[in-house]
Nanobody, 116 residues
Framework: QVQLVESGGGLVQPGGSLRLSCATS?????????MDWYRQAPGKQRELVAG???????NYADSVKGRFTISRDNAKRTAYLQMNNLKPEDTAIYYC?????????WGQGTQVTVSS
């Protein structure tokens, strides 16, 4: 059973930083996974924030370009989202998502709140 577990969320002031982690278990094929971070704010649809392919190519939503960085450590089977210069509009539940072949997996989410 593949599991994705997010951590690192919390309350931060505007301009602050957080680093989210997505640890996977139940698979030895993490290096073949495409990994993404999504977020969902109250009353809004879930949206793609950033993605990283198995080969390391990355993509970002326009709203986070230059502020967020997605990365992965295949040896640790973990994906990361470094979030800098956080804004109140970044407040949401952040979800980790992994895709390999025809299978996809979601984490349970971690809350990020940006407020003074």
């Amino acid at each position: 059973q593949v599991q994705l577990v997010e951590s690192g969320g919390g309350l931060v002031q505007p301009g602050g930083s957080l680093r989210l982690s997505c640890a996977t278990s139940g698979t030895s094929a993490f290096s073949f996974y495409a990994m993404d971070w999504y977020r969902q704010a109250p009353g809004k649809q879930r949206e793609l924030v950033a993605g990283i392919s198995a080969g390391g190519s990355t993509n970002y939503a326009d709203s986070v370009k230059g502020r967020f960085t997605i990365s992965r450590d295949n040896a640790k089977r973990t994906a990361y989202l470094q979030m800098n210069n956080l804004k109140p509009e970044d407040t949401a539940i952040y979800y980790c998502h992994g895709v390999v072949s025809r299978a996809e997996y979601w984490g349970q989410g971690t809350q990020v709140t940006v407020s003074s």
